[in-house]
């Protein structure tokens, strides 16, 4: 049987679960591919981490350089993470004639652009399944299961850590800081979670499902980015006697030519499947021409989840080596359609709304007016409870509301002597 | 340009779909594969009828051998459903060296210990992709995504017309008649439902997926299978008060070395995802050792969504073709820890019953005893509405229960005097 040989950069938690995958499991996979995966080489800084998998001393490095120059390595697993060296890494094996793994959204999503055109031009190619939702086959769905399809939407719930935050306070009623400490207690959360509370995870996440969905590769700065820190317990509860739950969505949408590309918290209804999806799963709904609205969902972090993705590359590229098939990621169906970016500022929709005012008559005619002047139609409002002495939440929606006009008048509105906070609007989205 | 030249079999509504969508989107999938995937013949037993697409009269035929026996042709679509002469076509296109791709999955089901041998014979794949859940790519995704995982269960919702059936029922608070009867209005039911309602299509479909899942190929006889005729509007409604809904499942399930095939209504707890899995929509729930818990959700049926999957059937395909490479269904990775088919005498779980019964002194004394007798234990019992004089209904829950030793309990409470019609009973399923 033919043996094709792996080499891995980083053998943290995803990388020691590739490697006891590919140990545990070789002689199933050898009978289903009819190819025998090896590995060949593993490189770490630190080999005095406890593992649940050991390697026998002669194949572990501390040199990349060793596993990217063995002329007998045909697949290079990437696993360190984070933009350096994870590029350095990459471009070399590329250039050394590898085909590449890597689980790596901040990279791709980041230096995408060079990396794929570098694969295109060597005939090597970059495989990606672990980078967005772990062992959720949302890249090949993409790729090759809907190769047909055009696509007028994504909606992904793909940031765990978020979204066991959101879930723990709307099923438990508490704080935003309260379910963090929990999250980082079960190890749902990082020491420092940053990257996934203020929704940079998402975003990375989002070009690279916007890459596969629309064949355009857009930017950081192309999206709208808005994190769950400042989502509060009131505003989950006002949103749930109103019928949704608020997710951390990421999302692109085509309408009229143009895409919006956007990270923030949603209201979605909560008869819709993603209200429902809980803890630190991940679904991504997809909405396309052909094959219609598809859910994708799973745990969107783990240690053998993410190996699972690993290994379906892993498994893709071996056939692929043996074959003499190259499987571009530039060439993945450019929708010609789509003719500019739309801006947040543009974007149209409804609003969820929270303003803290002064309870006494004529406020709400008041705050009214400005909306009015500034042509946004309010759906409804109501008055919550009066505990707070004479200073009461008013929750409202607003309909057809154009994202810019709705943010001038809350600047207006905060300026009201009746108004005692920071108003707060959260999009409502109509999945 | 390499051209891969396709031949179809059958071109009602999924064929004319994929028709469409080949001619439509040819640049679109040239672009994205290498490939130009050319519709060299189309044949059909009626030209006469209206289709969404026209094809030149030079590439049509009557004459299914012209279709096989067409050197230039490199993979034969199948899309004329049923067992013969679909059987006897994928046969000769095999032996003719064809790659073939079907939809057909009751053919699959039935016949496919043949087919998938003679293929892997030839060293000719057979592609079914659209055979379950339409666009959904669960049969890639069970295959290729998830190809390093081991399964303990799979819960499909697989029968669109069941479903919208049983939604309808629920939604609407209306009979199940009345419910087929809008089904069929609608295009969601076949003038002869039976093979829906029935659960046969739905074990038709449990058979590809436990093949893809386990490796084994069960056959009908080794299902449990049971349809939604008998579910009634009651139960539908006491279900929900115990909040729960009932869907059609397509269940396998791995304990203890042993596999449990079966299909049939199920009442799932509200909060799980595929109770929210409405109308016509299919879902698939994947329970895997890595890649943990996954729902594959979408449109189960409609010509696009169908010819989506046969599409991205026919990219593999031609993809395949062109490398030389072989996949074969014979290799799907036997799960060896298999040691028997569990009878559905010997499951045992939890279960809705409704018993019908005199409203006196007693009766309840009575029922108990029998059920203790059986070494049922009951979880809760409610006493329903009293509206038909002193008939009523009395809705009970049992838990830990041998399939076998509930049938002999209500059997022997179904003779007692006190009860008054032939009790219901409908599984439970925790997912």
Redesign the interface.
């Known amino acids: 049987m033919k043996k094709i040989n792996v080499g891995l950069i980083g053998f943290g938690n995803v990388g020691s679960g590739v490697v006891k995958?590919l140990r545990e499991?070789r002689s199933?996979?050898a009978?289903?591919?009819?190819l025998e995966i090896n590995v060949k080489k593993v490189c770490d800084k630190d080999f005095g981490r406890r593992r649940n998998v050991s390697v026998e001393g002669k194949l572990l490095t501390r040199d990349a350089s060793e596993v990217i120059n063995d002329p007998q390595i045909d697949i290079v697993v990437e696993l360190i993470g984070g933009i350096h060296p994870a590029k350095e890494f990459i471009t070399e094996a590329l250039k050394k004639g590898k085909n590449v793994v890597t689980a790596n959204k901040a990279l791709l999503a980041e230096q995408g652009k060079e990396l794929f055109a570098l694969s295109h031009d060597r005939g090597k190619s970059i495989y990606f399944?672990a980078s967005v939702g772990?062992?959720?086959?949302i890249i090949?769905?993409l790729r090759?299961?809907?190769?047909?399809?055009?696509f007028t939407g994504i909606y992904g719930i793909v940031n765990g850590t978020s979204n066991y935050v959101l879930s723990q306070m709307s099923d438990n009623n508490c704080t935003f800081s309260d379910a963090l400490k929990e999250a980082k207690v079960k190890g749902f959360a990082e020491k420092d979670p940053t990257l996934d509370i203020d929704g940079m995870d998402s975003a990375h996440k989002l070009i690279l499902l916007v890459y596969l969905a629309f064949g355009k590769l857009v930017s950081m700065e192309d999206i709208f980015i808005e994190g769950v820190s400042q989502v509060s317990l009131a505003d989950i509860n006002y949103a749930k006697e109103l019928g949704f739950q608020i997710k951390l969505l990421a999302i692109a949408k085509k309408e009229a030519g143009e895409l919006e590309v956007r990270v923030h918290p949603t209201l979605i209804p909560d008869?819709h499947?993603l209200a429902?999806?809980g803890g630190i799963f991940n679904?991504i709904y997809v909405s396309?021409?052909?094959?219609?609205?598809?859910?994708?969902?799973?745990?969107g972090a783990?240690q053998?989840?993410a190996?699972?993705?690993v290994?379906?590359d892993l498994?893709?590229a071996a056939?692929?080596i043996?074959?003499?098939?190259f499987s571009?990621t530039l060439?993945?169906?450019?929708d010609r359609s789509i003719k500019k970016l739309r801006k947040i500022d543009e974007i149209e929709g409804r609003y969820y709304m929270r303003l803290i005012v002064v309870d006494r008559p004529g406020v709400l005619a008041k705050i009214s007016g400005v909306f009015a002047r500034f042509n946004i139609s309010i759906a409804s409002v109501s008055q919550k409870e009066r505990r707070r002495s004479s200073i009461v939440p008013i929750v409202m929606v607003a309909h057809g509301a154009k994202e810019k006009n709705l943010r001038l008048a809350l600047d207006a509105i905060d300026k009201l002597d009746c108004v005692k906070e920071k108003s707060v609007a959260i999009r409502i989205e109509e999945v």
Chains 1, 2 share one sequence.
């Not at 396309?288 to 609205?293: F, I, K, M």
């Open positions: 995958i499991r199933f996979l009978e289903k591919i009819g399944e772990a062992g959720i086959p090949k769905s090759e299961g809907l190769v047909a399809n055009k008869n499947l429902s999806v679904a396309s021409d052909l094959a219609g609205d598809l859910l994708f969902y799973g745990p783990g053998l989840a190996a699972s993705g290994v379906s498994v893709d056939r692929n043996q074959a003499g098939l571009s060439n993945i169906g450019l």
